[in-house]
């Protein structure tokens, strides 16, 4: 099962890995800015077909995300008929507006309208370096111009701005997160261990971000922000997932006042988003009356 976990994961090229290790031969204080800066850039993939229909018949805008000063694109998809609720997608790291296209697709025969966005440096927004907080003002700023929302999906990265926005005050009546991270420490430490650098470069890393956000990382841990989210909430994780840990699921579940768990197998990080089981427990989710 490692080997296909492996195949599911996004692989870091072995160059990059071999400059990180040159690095931390030579300093770890070098080696912590290059991971810490690879940490931060978004790669960017080209989209496969299956979302061309999505990207198709979207309606696209550029909006500017006025607490960050960046653009992204934004996407309506479905706002050619009258529908009476709208759905906002959020896509994890290295993801697109798009990536959601099946959940979409089910949302909108059950009459939603889909808002979803390229977060900064993605998709086709302009290329930067971001994180969890730059994906949350981005949410904030798409519910400002275009909601508000009955729904929340969020997918990897997508899932921890989902709840750490609902906590902040977003609007949604439900939500949905699927293979969400939860202690950003944790995927702190999954990265470094994927670069094969040692634990120090860890700590150092996350040193660096608290001194240049000037606030505790604790303050993003989802389980913790879950705490505080009352709407109905389902979670989905696979067990199979090489990208982020399921434990994340059932820590978040545990924390969860008022939350539905779904585990899957054999699916990994992004299979899940179409699979046809986690689209029917989706569709059963919102379904249900609250």
């Given at each position: 099962?490692?080997?296909?976990?492996?195949?599911?994961?996004?692989?870091?090229?072995?160059?990059?890995?071999?400059?990180?290790?040159?690095?931390?031969?030579?300093?770890?204080?070098?080696?912590?800015?290059?991971?810490?800066?690879?940490?931060?850039?978004?790669?960017?993939?080209?989209?496969?077909?299956?979302?061309?229909?999505?990207?198709?018949?979207?309606?696209?805008?550029?909006?500017?995300?006025?607490?960050?000063?960046?653009?992204?694109?934004?996407?309506?998809?479905?706002?050619?008929?009258?529908?009476?609720?709208?759905?906002?997608?959020?896509?994890?790291?290295?993801?697109?507006?798009?990536?959601?296209?099946?959940?979409?697709?089910?949302?909108?025969?059950?009459?939603?309208?889909?808002?979803?966005?390229?977060?900064?440096?993605?998709?086709?927004?302009?290329?930067?370096?971001?994180?969890?907080?730059?994906?949350?003002?981005?949410?904030?700023?798409?519910?400002?111009?275009?909601?508000?929302?009955?729904?929340?999906?969020?997918?990897?990265?997508?899932g921890m701005t989902t709840i750490n926005c609902l906590k902040d005050g977003l609007k949604a009546k439900k939500a949905v997160v699927i293979g969400s991270g939860d202690v950003v420490e944790d995927v702190i430490d999954e990265f470094v261990q994927q670069i094969e650098l040692k634990p120090i470069i860890s700590t150092k890393i996350k040193e660096r971000f608290e001194s240049q956000f000037k606030q505790s990382m604790q303050s993003y841990c989802v389980h913790l922000a879950a705490e505080k989210v009352n709407i109905p909430l389902l979670i989905i994780h696979d067990e199979d997932d090489a990208d982020v840990?399921?434990?994340?699921?059932?820590?978040?579940?545990?924390?969860?006042?008022?939350?539905?768990?779904?585990?899957?197998?054999?699916?990994?990080?992004?299979?899940?988003?179409?699979?046809?089981?986690?689209?029917?427990?989706?569709?059963?989710?919102?379904?249900?009356?609250?």
């Amino acid at each position: 099962m490692e080997t296909q976990k492996q195949k599911q994961s996004l692989e870091i090229p072995r160059g990059i890995i071999l400059t990180a290790k040159t690095l931390q031969f030579f300093s770890i204080k070098l080696a912590t800015r290059f991971a810490q800066n690879l940490f931060i850039t978004p790669i960017k993939f080209k989209p496969p077909k299956r979302e061309k229909e999505m990207l198709d018949k979207s309606i696209s805008s550029v909006i500017t995300v006025k607490a960050l000063k960046k653009d992204i694109c934004v996407y309506q998809y479905g706002t050619n008929k009258q529908a009476d609720k709208k759905a906002l997608l959020i896509h994890g790291w290295n993801g697109r507006g798009t990536q959601l296209v099946t959940i979409a697709n089910m949302l909108m025969r059950q009459g939603y309208d889909i808002v979803s966005f390229d977060a900064p440096g993605h998709g086709k927004s302009p290329k930067t370096k971001t994180n969890l907080t730059e994906f949350m003002a981005s949410a904030f700023e798409v519910e400002q111009q275009f909601g508000p929302f009955d729904l929340v999906v969020g997918h990897s990265l997508g899932g921890m701005t989902t709840i750490n926005c609902l906590k902040d005050g977003l609007k949604a009546k439900k939500a949905v997160v699927i293979g969400s991270g939860d202690v950003v420490e944790d995927v702190i430490d999954e990265f470094v261990q994927q670069i094969e650098l040692k634990p120090i470069i860890s700590t150092k890393i996350k040193e660096r971000f608290e001194s240049q956000f000037k606030q505790s990382m604790q303050s993003y841990c989802v389980h913790l922000a879950a705490e505080k989210v009352n709407i109905p909430l389902l979670i989905i994780h696979d067990e199979d997932d090489a990208d982020v840990h399921y434990k994340a699921a059932y820590q978040i579940k545990k924390h969860s006042p008022n939350s539905e768990l779904m585990i899957t197998k054999e699916l990994g990080h992004r299979k899940i988003l179409g699979d046809k089981k986690v689209i029917e427990r989706i569709l059963q989710f919102v379904q249900k009356e609250s």
